[in-house]
């Protein structure tokens, strides 16, 4: 069975996508990266959100941002805290992002 796993930041250009590329080949995963600003790269939407099993987003207020999108989608929302101080390829991001993530998937 393939987990779905949605990942979302602000302009899906550095956090999302990068937590995208760990489970990219990942077998049992199928995972997506959104972003929540206007003109975000990927735009998150609530099919989207739907689609998700499980939704994880670097701050608090993507979390809230989902909420206006789709109020459901709230019970699968997990917020790692990572702030926007990393670019995609930075080999601090993979490991933050890997250290938070393994408590709630297996990475």
């Known amino acids: ?59 608090q207020e993507h979390k809230e941002a989902l909420k206006l999108i789709n109020p459901r989608a709230t019970k699968k929302i997990i917020v790692l805290n990572i702030q926007d101080d990393y670019k995609r390829g930075d080999p601090r991001l993979r490991k933050i992002l890997e250290e938070k993530l393994s408590k709630h998937i297996q990475i």
């Open 1 to 59: 069975m393939t987990r779905k796993v949605l990942f979302v930041c602000g302009w899906s250009i550095d956090r999302s996508p990068a937590a995208e590329d760990l489970l990219k080949d990942k077998e049992g995963y199928e995972a997506k990266s959104a972003g929540v600003k206007p003109g975000a790269r990927n735009k998150v939407s609530k099919e989207l959100t739907d689609w998700a099993e499980i939704i994880f987003v670097m701050e």
